[in-house]
């Protein structure tokens, strides 16, 4: 399986580090975007800080914002084509 680059959140507190993740394929209702740009924001930092939010296990990868190409749909996908800007 492919990987892709991924800043990864060791533990809550901890400094952010780069690493390699696999890159998923999209389950039924799902889109692969291959980002474009993408940002940390004040709840991304909020996580890390305070492991606030939704984040069960670590390590994680975690980020709210991103902006890309559809590269492949899952089933039942019917609002969006490969290619499309999201």
């Known amino acids: 399986m492919a990987t892709?680059?991924?800043l990864w959140l060791p533990n809550v507190g901890a400094e952010f580090t780069l690493g390699?993740?696999?890159i998923p394929e999209p389950g039924p209702g799902e889109v692969l975007v291959?980002?474009?740009a993408?940002?940390?924001n004040p709840?991304?930092?909020t996580i890390q800080k305070t492991g606030f939010f939704m984040v069960?296990?670590?390590p994680a990868i975690i980020?709210?914002?991103?902006?890309g190409v559809v590269t492949k749909l899952g089933d039942g996908v019917t609002?969006?084509?490969t290619g499309d800007r999201v």
Do not use: R
């Open 63 to 67: 980020g709210e914002s991103g902006s």
């Open 79 to 81: 609002n969006l084509v």
């Open 38 to 40: 993408t940002a940390i």
């Open 43 to 45: 709840i991304d930092w």
């Open 4 to 6: 892709q680059k991924a």
């Open 56 to 58: 069960e296990k670590y």
């Open 34 to 36: 291959k980002l474009e």
């Open 20 to 22: 390699e993740n696999q």
